[in-house]
């Protein structure tokens, strides 16, 4: 018995017995390379871990109970972008939290308070009381492709550091935010999320962040979605500039809609893509200025306007009160107009622009 033992033990660890034809099962030559394949997969899977892991915390909100004590309300995930603590969320994570606290991947907590948010694209900042953390870089999300490895990194249902991977199913998906706004150019995945995974990053391959995880669909398997990291790092410079994303409001609600061929060779156009204005407010500023339903908007200040986001992105480092001056088509003729935008409330209609 002892012998047939000794026999078990030195198969196990991978040791040949006199007598005895070597059974163990063998990687053929033709199966090679599909270890090699899975390997490498493997390997970026855990670099990126390694590399970003530790920049990435866990967020527990709060609030202030009748016993004047804090009752914690919520938690989600998020992602140190800068040294001196400063993180990045989702809007819906910390949304009307009295206390925030982070948790670092080694275990460390630190209170944290709210620098900005901005509900339209379901972001928020906000900042730690430390320095020296280790943080990770956004990168440039207009470099994803369908069908990229992408790695989900958060703390699903308080699990802290969980790790999930998938591909990019598709890109320039549209979700409606907490406050009705639509969030244009969402990236769809398959990392599988889970509540609590809200705020994380989402990684590629590299190591860069590409994308802010904020949504899943109840239900469904393999459909999460992020916000692109280009978006967020729009938001954060507005947060840190002016501690709020400030928005002007021309008053229409518009789509994405491609241009007749004809036009666009006509006009000499650099795109095939533009605005349709599909309702206008009377009472805003495109509709003093005589903006109609079904105009095209192609340009602002000569600047080439193909999509609801460039509209969004120029309006906002536009100065609100100055004049902007559209191009439009209206049928087949080309049109210029001067409008004056106005700062959007709080309270505007999310669809409008």
Sequence with gaps: MEDRVSQTLKLINGQEMEGIAPGRCEVRETERSDVELLDAYSRAVINVVEAVGPAVVGISIGRETAEEAYLKTGAGSGMVIAPDGYILTNDHVVHQAEQLTATLADGGRLA????????GTDLALIRANASSLPYAALGDSSLLRVGQLVIAIGNPFGFQS?????????????????????IENIVQHTAPLNPGNSGGPLVDSRGRIVGVNTAIIAMAQGIGFSIPSNTAKWVVSQ?????????????????????????VRYYKLTGDQAVEVISVDPRGPAGRAGMKEGDFIIAMNEHGIASVDDLHHFLAEWPIGRPVTLTLLRGQEEVKMDITPDEASSGQNPRAE
């Design 162 to 182: 969980t790790v999930s991977t998938g591909v990019v199913s598709a890109l320039g998906r549209a979700l409606r935010s907490r406050d009705g706004r639509l």
């Design 239 to 263: 947060l840190l500039t002016q501690g709020r994303v400030r928005r002007s409001f021309l008053g229409i609600a518009g789509r994405q809609r491609q241009l007749n061929r004809r036009l």
């Design 112 to 119: 944290a308070i709210l620098v900005g948010t901005d509900p």
